[in-house]
């Protein structure tokens, strides 16, 4: 959608005024983010909307299978907490989400620095629906159109029961953000610590959590360990269990970030 369609869906919704702006923003691989601004536009309590305003246009994304209702909702009850924008409008197409503007920059954090993000992330009380993991890879193998015949396909049906385990293992399911990329941590000082781009947020298995932090971070061996010890530290647990825990999550990661990236560039994949 061209940046001026978006102005003319959001004049209607918001009844801005024509100097209203939109400012694209750093983005990720599918959504596009924009900073939504209008000078002329007063901050009244009978408006629905407080500029500046986050605006993320979610229409690239037709393979992901999130339930952008669902995690509306869910938002809603995380930024009562302190730990994320308060989400304002979903367009009736799931297209444009608007959710309050917040600044802020953590910058590089030190895998103990996302260890105890992490940690409080874990702990926030919010009742969320829950990961589903094999669902959801079953869902990008359809939408990659793989066959039993592909690799990926095989490596997955291969960790089904590691799976169910892990989502079994109750313990260990908590609130989880599934997508803890560095820049996604915008206060790492607060306690919440106040993050964005929630979209892939349930419940599930903490470590899954853990070994995804680590995969999307690039981090080393070396860095991963350092931050899978500082969260042991946190939850006192015995590390050399929670490096195994973390350990037997690894693949199952891998194998999520394989079939999401199948799912995404589905119109490239043999037939």
Same mark, same amino acid.
């Given at each position: 959608?061209?940046?001026?369609?978006?102005?003319?869906?959001?004049?209607?919704?918001?009844?801005?005024?024509?100097?209203?702006?939109?400012?694209?923003?750093?983005?990720?691989?599918?959504?596009?983010?924009?900073?939504? &601004? @209008? $000078?002329?536009?007063?901050?009244?309590?009978?408006? *629905?909307?407080? #500029?500046?305003? /986050?605006?993320?246009? +979610? %229409? &690239? @994304? $037709?393979?992901?299978?999130?339930?952008?209702?669902? *995690?509306?909702? #869910?938002?809603? /009850?995380?930024?009562? +907490? %302190?730990?994320?924008?308060?989400?304002?409008?979903?367009?009736?197409?799931?297209?444009?989400?608007?959710?309050?503007?917040?600044?802020?920059?953590?910058?590089?954090?030190?895998?103990?620095?996302?260890?105890?993000?992490?940690?409080?992330?874990?702990?926030?009380?919010?009742?969320?629906?829950?990961?589903?993991?094999?669902?959801?890879?079953?869902?990008?193998?359809?939408?990659?159109?793989?066959?039993?015949?592909?690799?990926?396909?095989?490596?997955?049906?291969?960790?089904?029961?590691?799976?169910?385990?892990?989502?079994?293992?109750?313990?260990?399911?908590?609130?989880?953000?599934?997508?803890?990329?560095?820049?996604?941590?915008?206060?790492?000082?607060?306690?919440?610590?106040?993050?964005?781009?929630?979209?892939?947020?349930?419940?599930?298995?903490?470590?899954?959590?853990?070994?995804?932090?680590?995969?999307?971070?690039?981090?080393?061996?070396?860095?991963?360990?350092?931050?899978?010890?500082?969260?042991?530290?946190?939850?006192?647990?015995?590390?050399?269990?929670?490096?195994?825990?973390?350990?037997?999550?690894?693949?199952?990661?891998?194998?999520?970030?394989?079939?999401?990236?199948?799912?995404?560039?589905?119109?490239?994949?043999?037939?």
């Amino acid at each position: 959608m061209k940046t001026k369609s978006m102005l003319n869906e959001l004049t209607k919704a918001f009844g801005l005024s024509a100097k209203a702006k939109l400012t694209q923003q750093p983005s990720g691989a599918v959504n596009h983010v924009y900073r939504l &601004n @209008d $000078d002329c536009y007063p901050n009244h309590s009978e408006y *629905q909307v407080r #500029l500046p305003a /986050a605006v993320k246009w +979610l %229409g &690239n @994304d $037709d393979f992901s299978g999130v339930d952008r209702q669902q *995690q509306f909702k #869910l938002q809603q /009850a995380i930024a009562k +907490l %302190g730990a994320a924008p308060a989400p304002i409008w979903l367009n009736s197409s799931e297209t444009l989400w608007v959710e309050q503007w917040v600044e802020g920059n953590s910058g590089c954090l030190a895998p103990h620095d996302l260890a105890t993000v992490l940690y409080e992330i874990h702990q926030l009380p919010v009742d969320a629906p829950a990961l589903n993991l094999w669902n959801r890879w079953q869902h990008y193998l359809d939408i990659a159109n793989l066959t039993d015949e592909s690799p990926l396909y095989q490596r997955a049906v291969n960790l089904k029961s590691d799976v169910q385990a892990s989502e079994q293992d109750l313990t260990n399911v908590v609130l989880c953000h599934n997508d803890l990329l560095q820049g996604h941590v915008l206060t790492a000082s607060q306690r919440p610590p106040l993050i964005i781009d929630w979209e892939y947020a349930a419940k599930g298995n903490r470590y899954f959590d853990i070994a995804s932090c680590c995969m999307i971070n690039k981090f080393s061996r070396d860095e991963s360990e350092a931050l899978v010890a500082a969260y042991a530290t946190h939850i006192a647990a015995p590390v050399n269990e929670v490096f195994d825990n973390y350990y037997r999550h690894v693949e199952l990661v891998s194998v999520t970030n394989a079939l999401w990236n199948s799912a995404m560039n589905k119109d490239q994949n043999p037939v």
